[in-house]
Every structure is written in structure tokens, then in C-alpha cells.
């Protein structure tokens, strides 16, 4: 199916949109409320609602904190194409790299704690370097790679020099491997095999295998699963219950998950075996469940701005202590991110966040996430406001450095000219 014959048009989209805010029932009244009174709906909505028909995206979700408080939250569109079904704002999405600040929590969770040190050898922690059956690693140089160069992406591999092998492994060796593609502790004894493309803490590139890594480093000191771990120390402390990991077959997809979909339905060869016929993109051709703890939880907006609002209400109720909080919003370790005169760069990866000064103490901090149909954004503005937005369909221009959605959404909250004082976090939970 073509891109044209995919897009809704405006007033078909409306409809959809319309009949959900009515539909879902903890944001029903109070959202109708908050457009009235200032208009957050109104500027919000506009913007989603064009980039999505513009791009043929089938459904879409939108949260809007300030201060802390939800002050807006609305699905548009549809979750599930074939079968006519609604976005809902508790609609769960792959949110694919947005797993990293929650890895980041995670392990600075255990800094805090005094289990993990920041500048320990990742190879130390792991135990890969004592005799277990593992080869010691052919470039000696990833014995110097620490907890604090992978939660920065200074780890010293590059994929855009090589490849990424969180993808490419699985891609080249899934259908040869009877019990299915390979998961994190083969990937992991892949890379101990080849080179790094540069000395680590020298420089910037964006690693998934680095964050792999680090969930790898949590459930050894935690001694426990990854997921477990991170539910419990991470999630349910700030009352988040329904995020899981995802499932790469359509089969197994979760409970309240939207359907995913690429703009030509494209199909490709699948990384698990005993199919022999092109899958559809988002099903089978990448192995999420070796991703988690870069890119493998599923979660709703509502989940996501409940996590942003953690960090902007009292220390107290966030999951790690102030200290900690700055630690993670740190600039990384000179030379990474310094200009010829060795300061701070305006723009640089801290742990689990990009950041952005936008002027003297204003510093904007979001991340993206992307997977073969599906795409989100979680902004933590300097002034107060936060967002989170995820789709169904990946669209190209979202992913350049200044998307579309990211533009459009700061051009809605800007527009709005006086917020509410609701908190429909508290209204949904009490």
C-alpha cells in the first residue's frame, strides 16, 4: 500500500480523534475543560493533527506536563488500521531509544546506592575478563571502557563507521541459529572480537550496543533481570505498572499495543527462523527482545510524562536524590563535547539525555526513539513544560536533527498563553 492510499483525510482524522477524547474515560472531562479555558487543545492539537495527515501516520499520542502537573493528554488516530480501533492516551508504543534514560536511572540508581562506581571497567563488572570461556577481547582498548563512557556513547565504538550490531548481527546470523536470533550475551561476545573505531572518552558516537552493555551491568550487580529490576526500583516507586518489554512478533504483542506500520508496508527477510517469506518491517525483521535496555520497552504517554514529572516535583518522590539528578544532567568528561577554547559545548549526550542550552541557565533535554514503525519524543523544556509524543508509523523527516514534530511541538506550546492548573496525573490515579 502506497503512502497516498494510507493518509486519512482531515475530516475523517478529526472524527477519529474527536471520539477518543470522549472515549477515554480519565482525561475525558478535565481535557475538554483545559481547551476551553486556555487553549492547550486547540495549539496542540493543530500541530499533531497536520503532521499526521500530512504524513499518512495512522495514530498517534500526545501528554503535556508543566510543572509537573499533566496538563493535556489525547490520542488521534488509530491504533490498529484493519480494525478501525482508536488511539487511546494509555495505548502502549514501542518507544524504542527513550529506553535509554531509563537505563540511565536504572544504573545510577546503584551508583547512589554504592554498588557501582562510574569509573569501573565495564569488562571488570561483567566478569568477561576472568577465565569463564570467554576470549579476552582482540583490541585491548575496551578493558578501558567504564560504567561512565557507556552511558555517554565515549565507549569508542562508532556504527556509522562499521555497523550496528544490535541490528546487523541479528539480521546476518538469525535465520542459521535454530533457537532463534542472537541475544545480548552473543552480541556481546561478537563485539569482544572486533575493534573499537576509537580510544575510549575521546569522542561522541551514539552506541545501542553501549546501553546493551549497561543493562547487562545491572542485572549482575543487581542479581536480578533487567526488567525486574528496573520495575521495581525505577517504575512502581512513581506508579508506573503497565510499561514491559516488547515482543518482536505480532502475535505477542502486549495488551492495549497499538498495531505498527511503515509508510509502503514494506516487507523484509526475517531474523527468526522457520519463515521462509518476508515479514512485515516491524515484525521479525530486528530481534527487539535483544534490545531492552536500548531500545525494548513499550509504554503510553501517560507513562512516559509520569516519568518526566519524577524529575520536575520534589527529589523526595523522584527515584534517585538530587545529587543524583544533577550527576545524570552532567556534561561528559573533557575532551567530549568542548569547543577549541575547552568549554562546554551548547550542545552534548549527558547520561540517558540530549541537552541543549537555549540561553544563560535555560537548558532544554530530550531524547528520541525509532524502530521500523514506530517513533517518539520525550522533551523536558527549560521553562517548566515537558512532552511526550509517540507514532505508530516512522516517518522520514522525524528523523533529522530538527524534525518536524519536534518544531511543531514547541511552536504549540508556545502559542498557548495562559495553562491550567489541573493535574490529570492526579485525577487518573486517584
Keep these: 500500500m502506497t503512502q497516498t492510499r494510507n493518509k486519512l483525510s482531515r475530516r475523517k482524522f478529526v472524527g477519529v480523534a474527536g471520539a477518543l477524547l470522549l472515549g477515554a474515560s480519565w482525561v475525558r472531562g478535565t481535557s475538554i475543560v483545559a481547551r476551553r479555558q486556555v487553549g492547550v487543545g486547540e495549539a496542540f492539537d493543530r500541530e499533531m493533527e497536520r503532521f499526521m495527515v500530512e504524513r499518512g501516520v495512522p495514530g498517534g499520542a500526545l501528554a503535556v506536563l508543566r510543572r509537573g502537573r499533566l496538563v493535556y493528554a489525547r490520542g488521534y488516530g488509530l491504533a490498529d488500521r484493519e480494525k478501525g480501533l482508536p488511539v487511546r492516551t494509555d495505548s502502549l508504543f514501542r518507544i524504542a531509544s527513550l529506553s535509554k534514560p531509563i537505563t540511565a536511572v536504572a544504573v545510577l540508581k546503584l551508583v547512589e546506592e554504592g554498588r557501582l562506581s562510574l569509573d569501573a571497567p565495564v569488562l571488570q563488572v561483567l566478569r568477561l575478563t576472568e ?104 517504575l512502581v516507586p512513581i506508579r508506573i505498572t503497565r510499561m514491559c518489554l516488547g515482543r518482536s512478533l505480532e502475535d505477542q504483542a502486549q495488551p492495549g499495543e497499538v498495531r505498527y506500520y511503515t509508510s509502503e508496508d514494506a516487507k523484509l527477510e526475517s531474523v527468526f527462523p522457520g519463515t521462509s517469506a518476508k515479514v512485515p518491517a516491524p515484525y521479525g525483521s530486528f530481534n527487539i527482545e535483544a534490545m531492552d535496555s536500548h531500545g525494548g520497552w513499550v509504554a503510553s504517554v501517560s507513562d512516559l510524562t509520569r ?91 522525524v528523523q533529522l536533527p530538527d524534525n518536524a514534530i519536534d518544531a511543531a511541538l514547541h511552536r504549540a506550546a508556545d502559542a498557548v498563553d495562559r495553562w491550567p492548573k489541573i493535574d490529570l496525573l492526579k485525577t487518573w490515579m486517584d
Excluded at 556513547?153 to 546487523?168: A, I, K, N, V
Excluded at 547487562?216 to 533487567?226: H, T
Excluded at 535555560?362 to 511526550?388: E, Q, T, Y
Design 131 to 234: 577465565p569463564d570461556g570467554h576470549e579476552p577481547p582482540r583490541d585491548s582498548r575496551f578493558r578501558q571502557i567504564t560504567i561512565r563512557h557507556l552511558l555517554h556513547h565515549t565507549g569508542g565504538w562508532d556504527p556509522e563507521q562499521t555497523f550496528d550490531p544490535m541490528f546487523g548481527i541479528g539480521a546476518k546470523k538469525g535465520r542459521d541459529r535454530p533457537s532463534g536470533p542472537p541475544g545480548p550475551p552473543e552480541i556481546i561476545r561478537y563485539m569482544m572480537d572486533q575493534p573499537l573505531q576509537f580510544d575510549p572518552g575521546a569522542r561522541y558516537a551514539y552506541s545501542n550496543f553501549g546501553y546493551c552493555l549497561l543493562g547487562r551491568v545491572i542485572e549482575q550487580v543487581a542479581g536480578m533481570r533487567y526488567e525486574d529490576f528496573v520495575r521495581q526500583q525505577i
Design 307 to 397: 516519568f518526566a514529572a519524577a524529575f520536575d516535583t520534589s527529589p523526595v518522590k523522584a527515584p534517585i536524590k538530587h545529587d543524583t539528578l544533577r550527576l545524570m544532567f552532567a556534561p561528559p568528561p573533557a575532551p567530549v563535547a568542548r569547543n577549541g577554547k575547552g568549554k562546554v559545548d551548547d550542545k552534548y549526550y549527558s547520561c540517558g539525555w540530549m541537552n541543549r542550552r537555549v540561553g544563560a541557565g535555560r537548558v532544554n533535554r530530550w531524547h528520541n526513539g525509532s524502530l521500523p514503525g514506530s517513533w517518539g519524543l520525550l522533551v523536558r523544556r527549560w521553562d517548566g513544560l515537558s512532552w511526550a509524543v509517540l507514532f505508530n508509523q516512522r516517518s522520514d523527516d
